[in-house]
């Protein structure tokens, strides 16, 4: 009986240890073959019409573009291309980053011999490979209390506060004068009933508004 053909994968890493033990664990399988490795986007970018990859493994800290604007130009020159973000950041940002640059699958480099190729079947399935601590995040992410007292930009705010930013980085990054976003805060304090930045975070981490 013939044997079906195996599925090209790219892969993007700069570590050359990981690149080459990822090699060694994806051609070890029966169903898939390494077309190329590269440490770099601009690279494997170069070589994409050549190479043909079906998967490609992409780290994100990368030298020169990073994997998520490398994800991005290889899904508009190869839509058909799918590409598993394997990193060791486990940032909910960063996830949503690579998701929205068209990623299909979000792994961590902890991921062991098994996850990575049940991630490429997964994808082959047509499915969404995720670590289970990611996957974790992503629903998380989701779930905001709906019956928060807060406003969507008081909300906005309150993240923003969360992330440490200042009344002046607030203020630019939602393009409000330092005045409203100070009178928004004090409404955010009013609703939660505390009196502090730590305590608000505290509160909205707890009663899950942010």
Known sequence: MALPFKKRVMIVEDDQEIRNSFVLIVNSSQKFMVVNS????????????????EIVLMDIELPGMNGI?????IKDKSPHTDVIMVTVYEDSELVFEALKAGASGYITKSANYME??????????????????????VIDNFHVNPNSPLTKRETEILQLIAEGKTYTQISEELFISKETAKTHIKNIYSKLQVNSKSEAIAKANLEKLI
């Open 116 to 137: 990575l190729l049940s991630a490429l079947d997964e994808i082959v399935k047509g499915g969404a490979p995720m670590s289970s601590r990611i996957a974790r995040m």
């Open 38 to 53: 590269y440490g770099s986007c601009e690279e494997a970018i170069e070589n994409l019409n050549r190479d043909k990859p």
């Open 69 to 73: 604007q490398g994800s991005k130009v």
